[in-house]
């Protein structure tokens, strides 16, 4: 009687041991909870990219920020008569106020020269510049404003310009205006058109308010980002430089580019049609600062590194459960076609293996670059799971065979990774082939038999 109750449990656990149905369903517990480290992981990857943010703010902190080049404005104070009530009675003052004339014609010469700066494992873009902006005013439509030409108070105009970061200038910029050179001064009064503004004021009497030239060079660095403003009814932009991967953005893309391995070249040429602001105003000391019109009306370049690792990393991070799972399957079909169980225990460390693949590719990456942390990793990991094979099968043909495995799915997601714009159609693909493997290799595997 014990005899006949042992003999049923022996049975169910055989069948437990050697049913492919709770092999299948093992497996697919075990890539549901790799993904627990897989995802901490992620964790890891943003932490580190964080870190590089950090330090890359650190070092514009120090050097200066991306700069963004403003103006200039000329600001023509100019006299209004106004009525007031006091003390019941409408008495009648003088009072000054503002009028402000965008550029008739603007154009910018830039010649930038990027360098790549370390902090520790971590680099980051600088630039000097020499920046030269020309142009000229128009004589003031003060018609339509419905002011007359002797309430402008030309002796007292004013060019006003900005850049995002004043650390960025290496000397004191010369205004050659109408005639004159105005050394430009910082502007600290509020009610100064710019927040990190710069002034010269000039004296426009000699023209009477008639149409006059400007010129004025900034020598500048920053980091990352030159970007303009386009103030002018007319803008027109250059920029050129030694990097061979800038990056073009704003409400307006470069009429005309060239890159190449020396360097890039760059225009703009753009009319007033579409931009957020009007050509004179006045009063409104706040019109320029808009953030949405400065978006609207901004355009430049990014001087990035050609290879951001941790997106990278991210990226191929993402594709852990399929590298895992079609492992996994590839194993499974192995143990089958061979008729050699594997315990499940060896499965867990194979899974662990794979795991901490993804933090090897991490650190080599932050010091050798993501090309050759991958091939590091991926060569380490294929090696190390092939030789367990072999010891486990105690085959070296099986165990080269499931090296040739795995290098074809490390190769695959590589490919995917460089082929950002492709990926999903290789992947796509690539996917479908490895389908119609699995479905060749499985056809002669009696599944009902165990």
Same mark, same amino acid.
């Given at each position: 009687m014990i005899q006949e109750q042992q003999n049923p449990?022996?049975?169910?656990?055989?069948?437990?041991?050697?049913?492919?149905?709770?092999?299948?369903?093992?497996?697919?517990?075990?890539?549901?909870?790799?993904?627990?480290?897989?995802?901490?992981?992620?964790?890891?990857i943003r932490e580190r990219s964080e870190r590089q943010d950090d330090m890359i703010k650190?070092?514009?902190?120090?050097?200066?920020?991306?700069?963004?080049?403003?103006?200039?404005?000329?600001?023509?104070?100019?006299?209004?008569t106004a009525k007031f009530m006091e003390n019941g009675k409408e008495i009648t003052k003088e009072?000054?106020?503002?009028?402000?004339?965008?550029?008739?014609?603007?154009?910018?010469?830039?010649?930038? *020269?990027?360098?790549?700066?370390?902090?520790?494992?971590?680099? !980051?873009?600088?630039?000097?510049?020499?920046?030269?902006?020309?142009?000229?005013?128009?004589?003031?439509?003060?018609?339509?404003?419905?002011?007359?030409?002797?309430?402008?108070?030309?002796?007292?105009?004013?060019l006003e310009f900005s850049i995002s970061d004043l650390k960025g200038l290496k000397n004191n910029p010369v205004i050659n205006a109408a005639?004159?050179?105005?050394?430009?001064?910082?502007?600290?009064?509020?009610?100064?058109?710019?927040?990190?503004?710069?002034?010269?004021?000039? #004296?426009?009497?000699?023209?009477?308010?008639?149409?006059? #030239?400007?010129?004025?060079?900034?020598?500048?660095?920053?980091?990352?980002?030159?970007?303009?403003?386009?103030?002018?009814?007319? !803008?027109e932009v250059e920029v050129d430089g030694k990097w061979s991967s800038p990056s073009f953005?704003?409400?307006?893309?470069?009429?005309?580019?060239?890159?190449?391995?020396?360097?890039? *070249?760059a225009s703009w040429k753009m009319l007033y049609y579409n931009r957020p602001y009007p050509q004179q105003w006045v009063n409104d000391n706040d019109l320029l600062n808009g953030k949405k019109k400065e978006d609207d009306a901004s355009f430049g370049v990014k001087l990035r590194l050609p290879v951001d690792q941790y997106q990278k990393i991210t990226r191929t991070s993402k594709y852990a459960i399929l590298i895992i799972l079609l492992t996994f399957v590839s194993l499974l079909l192995t143990e089958l076609i061979r008729?050699?169980?594997?315990?499940?225990?060896?499965?867990?460390?194979?899974?662990?293996?794979? !795991?901490?693949?993804? !933090?090897?590719?991490?650190?080599?990456?932050?010091?050798?670059?993501?090309?050759?942390?991958?091939?590091?990793?991926?060569?380490?990991?294929?090696?190390?799971?092939?030789?367990f094979i072999a010891s486990l099968l105690k085959n070296k043909g099986a165990a080269a065979l499931f090296a040739l495995i795995l290098s074809i799915i490390y190769i695959f997601i590589f490919v995917i990774i460089q082929l950002e714009d492709l990926a999903l159609l290789i992947g796509s693909i690539a996917l479908f082939a490895i389908v119609a493997l699995l479905m060749y290799f499985s056809r002669k595997i009696n599944w009902d038999k165990q």
């Open positions: 449990l022996r049975s169910i656990m055989d069948w437990f041991k050697e049913s492919i149905t709770v092999k299948l369903v093992f497996i697919g517990i075990l890539v549901l909870v790799l993904m627990i480290p897989s995802s901490l992981i992620g964790d890891l650190e070092v514009a902190d120090q050097w200066s920020g991306s700069q963004t080049v403003k103006g200039p404005v000329l600001i023509i104070p100019y006299r209004k009072v000054i106020e503002t009028l402000y004339i965008l550029p008739e014609n603007l154009k910018i010469k830039a010649n930038v *020269k990027p360098e790549v700066l370390h902090r520790g494992m971590f680099e !980051t873009v600088v630039y000097n510049s020499a920046i030269r902006l020309t142009g000229n005013f128009a004589k003031a439509d003060v018609a339509g404003l419905g002011l007359t030409p002797d309430q402008l108070m030309l002796d007292k105009a004013r005639g004159m050179q105005v050394v430009a001064e910082p502007s600290f009064n509020s009610r100064d058109l710019f927040a990190n503004g710069l002034k010269g004021n000039i #004296n426009l009497a000699a023209t009477s308010g008639n149409a006059f #030239n400007f010129d004025y060079t900034l020598d500048l660095k920053g980091s990352q980002e030159l970007h303009f403003l386009h103030l002018g009814k007319t !803008t953005d704003g409400r307006s893309l470069p009429d005309k580019r060239e890159i190449d391995s020396s360097g890039f *070249k008729k050699q169980r594997i315990h499940a225990f060896n499965y867990i460390l194979i899974g662990a293996a794979m !795991t901490i693949y993804y !933090t090897l590719l991490l650190s080599f990456s932050e010091q050798v670059g993501y090309n050759f942390a991958y091939l590091i990793a991926s060569v380490s990991t294929i090696g190390l799971i092939s030789v």
